[in-house]
């Protein structure tokens, strides 16, 4: 199964911070990674996919880089609604696999 | 929009086989490049993939899982369904239905809010 390593695992900030989250996966998976937003009590919510693409309707401040094996979710803005564990996932073989999440908190 | 749903019992002895159906209003089931798939996250921790089916019937489990786990569809009723046997604690979980779109990279574009489902006797 391939592996993916988010880091970090939780992280404080406060509003209109810009963060970044990492995803690093064991094998290339060239741009075969989804990042997914979860609210306490929701279904995970699709943000990105194909690594950088935005999916209708998420806001642009967010944002997907990285292919092979380093990716990366940007919020340049970070807004109330934003705090949130977020998920990166793989999609080029199965079974897919997540990563473990990172938690968003407020400062 | 499409609205998944799940339904089910949301308690299941061990031992015993959970079952679980989702709804796909809007003809969706039968259209489009799309898998239907089954994901869990046991409380307070992260997601499992637990497998797809196709609406030809076509399935991909997840090994860990994948000596207990039946998925079916029935497009008539517009339903694809889990069966998960032999049950234990560990498998007490949110289960979600999603659906993936595999037009270009597969992603879980739809999700039903989720079915809390609890092993216990």
């Known amino acids: 199964d391939i592996q993916m390593t988010q880091s970090p695992s939780s992280l404080s900030a406060s509003v209109g911070d810009r963060v970044t989250i990492t995803c690093r996966a064991s094998?290339?998976?060239?741009?075969?990674l989804n990042w997914y937003q979860q609210k306490p009590g929701k279904a995970p919510n699709l943000l990105i996919y194909a690594a950088s693409t935005l999916q209708s309707g998420v806001p642009s401040r967010f944002s997907g880089s990285g292919s092979g094996t380093d990716f990366t979710l940007a919020i340049s803005s970070l807004q109330p609604e934003d705090f949130a564990t977020y998920y990166c996932q793989q999609s080029i073989g199965t079974p897919w696999t997540f990563g473990q999440g990172t938690k968003v908190e407020i400062k | 929009q499409v609205l998944l749903q799940e339904s089910g019992p949301g308690l299941v002895k061990p031992s015993e086989t959970l079952s679980l159906t989702c709804n796909v209003p809007g003809g969706f089931l039968s259209s489009g490049p799309y898998y239907w798939s089954w994901i869990r996250q046991p409380p307070g921790k992260g997601l499992e993939w637990i497998g797809y089916i196709h609406y030809t019937g076509s399935t991909n489990y997840n090994p860990s899982l994948k000596s207990r786990v039946t998925m079916s569809v029935d497009t008539s009723k517009s339903q694809f369904s889990l069966k998960l046997s032999s049950v234990t604690a560990a498998d007490t979980a949110v289960y979600y239905c999603a659906r993936v779109n595999y037009g270009g990279p597969p992603r879980g574009d739809y999700w039903g809010q989720g079915a809390l489902v609890t092993v216990s006797s």
């Open positions: 094998q290339n998976i060239r741009t075969y």
